[in-house]
């Protein structure tokens, strides 16, 4: 396949797809309590148990992001023969639940790693390699899992740690977008990469205000590369930062003129009600996957949302980092979606 | 920035790029044992210690991929501001020493995990980015540190464990380079993205094996994607295979009609002198990344080398996925470079 393509890099960090790239098809599998969240009736499959009909949780996320994935080719209704890449990521150590998904689907994988940013993480580059042309169907899926999460970075949940409220709860579930050209789901039109930015935080408990001043640069780096501002949107999404940070960018962007409201929501307020006892709210790569591959594909796709712009946010710290001392890395990566056109 | 540029996807899973994408400037940083070995002389900065200046052996890995970014930068004449992305792995859990090195220079990171695929998975994606102009200078960087490797993947170094001779030693040390456009570098025209191959392998300190069978895959795919044969290339080397998996390779291309003599060689033996003590050869995101970022660099620039494939090779372990039982998922990616253009 050969072919010339309008690309542009409209700034350093925004890139802008000129061709009809688009979010053909999604699809969410989720655990229990999400299930029983104000967004189950959007989500594709609901396991009624952790270990979703696997042996352990590991084996669990594993068939999760499977299932997202085969429930997005079966929407579009190809197979993962039509599939040209799958760029994918998750929170277990050496991505392994992305690996495992990859030998199973037998498509080439690009492994990525954005912590809790790798839902826009892979949707952005996804667009970028389909715009360009190296892929004429690419599919951007990630998955996180509490268990698994809880083990790896905290304590063995048969301890039962206690944790402050500022503490987030992960989200069990897998989220995955088929992106090619043309079709009815909505356009992907801009793609804002984060730098990393750390703010000296040091509380692994208290994610949100570690994540809130990525979501900031990212942000307000995509106002100034595109021209557009909050109100351009009807929906801004950040991933997971929760009650508590979702207030601190709330402020520190309408200190630097930026007015979120009325737009402004977070998917770790999303995911689950109030009344699910998830402490400050939801977080993990799925916070993020879960709404935007289920009520924000639903609501454009219905034309109750006309642009939507998701910027997901992750905390790069690991348990050693912690432990040796060191702050919290973190990033945003954020990606416009915009149906009706 | 906007432009017209032309890509091509000239199959599933190989890009052209037809663009004057080049590898501007290439650095590596090691440590003392890699500073006695064959290569000591090609290498940008030798530590003559494991610590790099540092308190833990974490924070030398993050001291040996600055070194080597701030080196590529110096080589090029440029700073920091003038990089538009950096695409980045390593073999530490989440990524860590990507994480902080990106923070350091404010680059806007795409993190990326490979294991030691990671090396050709950041050059290949960083050379998609620039040929479709998303990005007019990126690098690619990946690390490895013996004594991080040794103490996350397998025991605490202190333990002294035994190990048989398939085992493989981790190279400490980072490479990194600058894709851009136009300049004196040796040209990047194609690259590969693989598959993950799983043949059942089980034996953690039997890489070699485990990941030969995704370098063939990769190999055999790039020469019927591209219509090219081993002797296109003067030199195609596999990233870290070692004395074991490096005669598997050779057996099962010539099985296939692929005759490998006389310009295959493995990253894995070419790091160390056999009488270095390192069991079957060298591992790790570094093997791959220090040959190619300094001799074979070099060697394309001196006109020695012509036409270069390099097929880096990683196996997607996690600990926990190998003490759960699981086989050893591998991936290869490969990238072309030619010097000459």
Redesign the interface.
């Known amino acids: 396949?050969?072919?010339?393509?309008?690309?542009?890099?409209?700034n350093?960090?925004t890139?802008h797809f000129a061709q009809d790239v688009r979010l053909q098809a999604s699809a969410v599998a989720v655990g229990p309590k999400e299930g029983e969240g104000p967004l189950a009736a959007l989500f594709d499959k609901i396991h009624d148990d952790m270990y979703a009909g696997q042996q352990?949780w590991?084996?669990a996320e594993k068939q999760l992001m499977e299932d997202a994935v085969t429930m997005v080719l079966q929407k579009a209704k190809i197979t993962e023969k039509d599939v040209?890449?799958i760029l994918a990521?998750d929170l277990?150590?050496?991505?392994?639940t992305t690996?495992?998904t990859?030998?199973k689907l037998?498509?080439?994988?690009?492994?990525?790693?954005?912590?809790c940013s790798t839902s826009m993480?892979t949707l952005s580059?996804a667009a970028?390699?389909v715009?360009?042309?190296?892929?004429?169907k690419a599919i951007a899926a990630c998955s996180s899992h509490n268990a698994t999460a809880e083990r790896?970075y905290r304590y063995p949940t048969e301890y039962g740690g206690q944790k402050p409220p500022t503490a987030q709860w992960t989200v069990t579930g897998s989220g995955a977008g088929l992106v090619g050209i043309g079709g009815n789901g909505p356009r992907i039109t801009y793609a804002t990469?984060?730098?990393?930015?750390?703010m000296g935080i040091k509380d692994p408990f208290d994610m949100g205000s570690a994540m809130a001043p990525a979501a900031v640069s990212t942000l307000q780096t995509h106002f100034q590369d595109t021209g557009r501002s909050p109100q351009t949107y009807d929906l801004i999404v950040t991933g997971d930062l929760a009650s508590v940070g979702y207030p601190i960018v709330k402020e520190l962007m309408l200190k630097d003129g930026y007015n979120m409201e009325p737009v402004y929501n977070d998917c770790g307020l999303m995911v689950f009600s109030p009344d699910q006892d998830v402490f400050a709210g939801a977080s993990g790569c799925a916070s993020s996957a879960v709404v935007t591959y289920s009520y924000i594909m639903d609501q454009l796709q219905k034309g109750l949302l006309k642009k939507v712009l998701v910027c997901a946010t992750g905390a790069?710290?690991?348990?050693?980092?912690y432990q040796?001392g060191?702050s919290i890395?973190c990033?945003a990566h954020a990606v416009a979606l915009e149906g009706g056109i």
């Not at 277990?92 to 392994?96: G, P, R, S, V």
């Not at 037998?106 to 912590?115: D, K, S, V």
């Not at 715009?131 to 004429?136: F, L, R, T, V």
């Open positions: 396949m050969d072919s010339k393509k309008q690309v542009s890099r409209i350093r960090q890139w352990t590991e084996d040209d890449v990521g277990l150590n050496q991505n392994i690996n495992f990859a030998e037998a498509i080439p994988l690009l492994g990525m790693y954005g912590a993480l580059n970028a390699l715009n360009a042309g190296y892929a004429s790896q990469m984060g730098k990393v930015i750390d790069l710290l690991s348990p050693v980092s040796q060191h890395p990033i």
